[in-house]
């Protein structure tokens, strides 16, 4: 029976690496984003900068381990075996719940998990217990669950997410005030001031009180505690002194400094608080089994109140995991698309937008300009003017290749994001408060961006919607972390070890879908990542067009593809991949919606002398835009009649389809040829191909109507039929159109270069 407890502590350890690696997956969006959004330093100098405040960090974490030993839950209440199956539920369901949002590329909260797995797994092992004992009913669950210090966890979190987000939207207007855009135009002794503050700010909050969670703390604490004043006023003239040698004889910018420094103490902030997260309950685990197991009691029998002694940190074990936060921190891709999400809500500026309005966000807007329209009729205009003086950007032109280099925001915002973050979360490590470092950060750096007017009229609908999906995520978290680990925790109470095994197959399997998932979605990057190179040599009006030739030919691919699966799966009656065919269309739809939100930037990149070619850009887009609309409609009703069940085609209409599919692949391959090679010798052989294929269309609903008024006896048949047939014919003419438009603007084009070569 022991070999179980070794097995689950053995498979716990295997758990701590992992969920190391999926936790920081997800929380490196909290130390990165402002270093990364401002682009202030070179992102591998970031990446070190970050790597040691990890290190540092875990060292100073030791104290926060006890949350996850009795914080929650009391441990005299439970014996051996039931906190063992706790702590398994607990750590299956962390790993499970941060895969998925890490692959959806949106940032949670590891605290909120942690605190929520280990509450849903506890109340279910209590439950059983109580359902166990006659002399108890479900009122004294409160005498198994520590539930004042866990209201005290969850209403901390929540007050944090107010409070990061005032304390960030007010430091950053104070900020900007000062500073306004025109960063270099300040004098030396305004950013000197700035950085003492904000150094002297990291130094006692990072430094002297993260020493509370180390071994040495108790040595120095009665000179930290008579001397807090003191300490603060010599910091603060040390570093504003230090900061103004820095500006003035290096002539180095101390926003920079502030960034490093910044990014250092958040990162170390973050594994301070957050290691509890991934490897607190495996080194309770451990723990736990040391005690019992020179015990000589059955584990049925041995009461776990020795839980909630202090039990001290093994440094070694500290070290080691972060150094595997180290290690994932520069080697994980699925980071990137958390950093995504956090940087694209908070730049400054319009551009493509990654979250959709809704009614809420549109409310919330609303609502923002009414408030902001009593505010301009209450403050005197004067202040208006002269706040809007300190908020006004300047005019900044950039060549075409310059564009894609523009920071986010700039590093005033960046060093307001670290630096109050940063205090925010030491003061919560300092009262043994595993505040979410995920749910400040993000907070902080929407307060900021709020403040600093980035979400505009163009943008704040946008903006809202994606802050209120993140949050609505947070949510769903709690909710999901105790529901799952509760029923984790009463499969393993069912089935122990062969319960556990199952389940950790089950973890294995999930990362594996989840790996091969991305490393799809990477291929796909890639692509967007060359055309984004190729996008950078356009120099003339025949790059342009070799432009939208490559994009044409992607789309032309994807459409052919499509295409050919829609006619496919419905003659065969196929509802599954209708219904995978379908997604797959509404994301080719998405991606051309995003090129068209893009043209503006597009043409705005481009030189003087390529308005005609910004005009053939525009009218290739309209075209395969209708190509791919055309596909969406023809996979949407094919996919709504299978799924009705309606009656299955007619011979005579299957095989006029699978006629019509034929041809189509002919045209659309000679299009893809034509495409890649623009050899436009090829291009009238291609539209008599179209033509023909024109007229085969039409006649195909001809002999439809024929077949209606003789044999055809099924409405819903003919109503489909002729969906596809007639969507299939709008398709054809928006092919020729665009052949036709790109032979007339290829010669166009083509003489304005000869013209101005000659």
């Known amino acids: 029976m022991d070999d179980i407890y070794i097995l689950m502590v053995v498979a716990l350890a295997l758990l701590a690496v992992i969920d190391l690696v999926v936790g920081v997956s997800n929380d490196a969006v909290n130390f990165l984003n402002s270093a990364i959004g401002s682009k202030a330093i070179p992102i591998k100098k970031i990446m070190m900068i970050a790597s040691l405040g990890v290190l540092a960090g875990a060292l100073s974490s030791s104290g926060m381990m006890e949350v996850a030993r009795k914080?929650?839950?009391?441990?005299?209440?439970?014996?051996?075996?039931?906190?063992?199956?706790?702590?398994?539920?607990?750590?299956?369901?962390?790993?499970?719940?941060?895969?998925?949002?890490?692959?959806?590329?949106?940032?949670?909260?590891?605290?909120?998990?942690?605190?929520?797995?280990?509450?849903g797994s506890a109340v279910t092992i209590s439950i059983i217990k109580i359902l166990g004992n006659d002399a108890q009913t479900m009122q004294d669950i409160w005498s198994y669950i520590n539930h004042q210090t866990a209201v005290t966890i969850i209403l901390g979190i929540l007050l944090s997410v107010v409070v990061a987000f005032s304390v960030g939207a007010i430091v950053q207007f104070a900020s900007r005030l000062v500073y306004s855009f025109n960063i270099d135009e300040r004098p030396n002794y305004i950013s000197a001031i700035f950085g003492g503050l904000s150094i002297t700010s990291i130094t006692y909050f990072i430094i002297i009180k993260g020493m509370k969670g180390t071994s040495f703390y108790n040595e120095i604490k009665h000179i930290i505690n008579d001397n807090t004043l003191e300490i603060l006023g010599i910091a603060f003239i040390i570093w504003s002194l230090i900061s103004f040698f820095i500006i003035s004889v290096f002539k180095v910018n101390i926003l920079k400094i502030i960034i490093a420094i910044g990014t250092f103490s958040l990162a170390m902030a973050f594994a301070g608080n957050d290691l509890v997260n991934f490897i607190g309950v495996p080194i309770a685990a451990w723990n736990s089994y040391e005690i019992w197991s020179v015990s000589g009691i059955p584990a049925e029998n041995f009461s776990m109140g020795i839980l909630a002694e202090k039990v001290p940190s093994n440094n070694y074990l500290l070290i080691l995991a972060g150094i595997i936060m180290v290690v994932t921190l520069w080697f994980s891709k699925k980071a990137r698309l958390v950093i995504e999400t956090g940087v694209n809500l908070s730049r400054q500026g319009d551009g493509h937008e990654k979250f959709k309005p809704n009614s809420a966000s549109r409310a919330i807007v609303r609502t923002g300009i009414t408030i902001n329209n009593l505010y301009t009729k209450v403050v005197p205009q004067k202040t208006l003017d002269y706040v809007d003086t300190k908020f006004s950007k300047p005019k900044l032109e950039f060549t075409r290749t310059e564009i894609k280099d523009i920071p986010a925001f700039d590093m005033v915002r960046a060093a307001v994001n670290l630096v109050v973050a940063g205090i925010l979360i030491s003061i919560g490590t300092s009262l043994k408060l595993p505040l979410s470092t995920t749910y400040v950060t993000f907070m902080v750096a929407m307060g900021t961006s709020l403040a600093d007017r980035a979400w505009g009229r163009e943008s704040a609908v946008y903006r809202i919607a994606g802050v209120l999906s993140v949050i609505g995520g947070w949510f769903l978290t709690a909710i999901v972390a105790f529901s799952a680990a509760a029923v984790i925790a009463y499969l393993i109470y069912l089935g122990s070890i062969v319960t556990v095994g199952i389940l950790l197959t089950l973890i294995l399997v999930l990362l594996g879908k989840s790996y091969l998932f991305k490393k799809g979605s990477n291929k796909e990057e890639e692509v967007a990542l060359q055309i984004a190179k190729e996008k950078e040599t356009i120099d003339t009006i025949s790059g342009v067009i070799k432009d939208s030739s490559d994009k044409i030919h992607e789309v032309t691919r994807r459409v052919m593809k499509l295409y050919s699966n829609v006619i496919d799966s419905l003659i065969n009656e196929n509802l599954d991949n209708l219904r995978k065919n379908d997604k797959s269309v509404r994301k080719l739809n998405e991606d051309m919606e995003s090129l068209r939100s893009n043209v503006f930037y597009f043409i705005k990149s481009l030189n003087d002398n390529s308005v005609l070619a910004s005009k053939f850009y525009i009218v290739s887009l309209e075209y395969i835009q209708d190509v791919a609309q055309s596909v969406e409609y023809i996979s949407k009703i094919s996919f709504q009649h299978v799924h009705n069940n309606h009656k299955k085609l007619k011979k005579e209409q299957i095989k006029d389809l699978k006629a019509t599919e034929e041809q189509m692949k002919i045209v659309f391959s000679q299009m893809l040829v034509f495409f890649e090679t623009v050899d436009f010798d090829k291009l009238p052989s291609i539209i008599n191909n179209q033509q023909n294929l024109l007229n085969k269309v039409s006649k195909s609903v001809e002999e439809q109507i024929q077949r209606i008024r003789t044999t055809e006896t099924s409405a819903k048949n003919s109503t489909l039929y002729f969906g596809i047939i007639l969507e299939t014919k709008d398709l054809v003419s928006a092919l020729i159109n665009l052949s036709l438009q790109y032979q007339s603007h290829y010669t166009d084009t083509k003489t304005i270069e000869d013209k101005i070569t000659f």
């Not at 039931?82 to 909260?109: K, Q």
Request: hydrophobic letters at 55%.
């Open 71 to 119: 914080g929650i839950f009391v441990p005299s209440q439970f014996q051996f075996h039931e906190i063992m199956y706790i702590f398994m539920a607990v750590m299956i369901t962390d790993i499970i719940l941060l895969d998925v949002f890490n692959t959806l590329g949106m940032p949670t909260s590891t605290t909120v998990s942690i605190v929520f797995e280990l509450l």
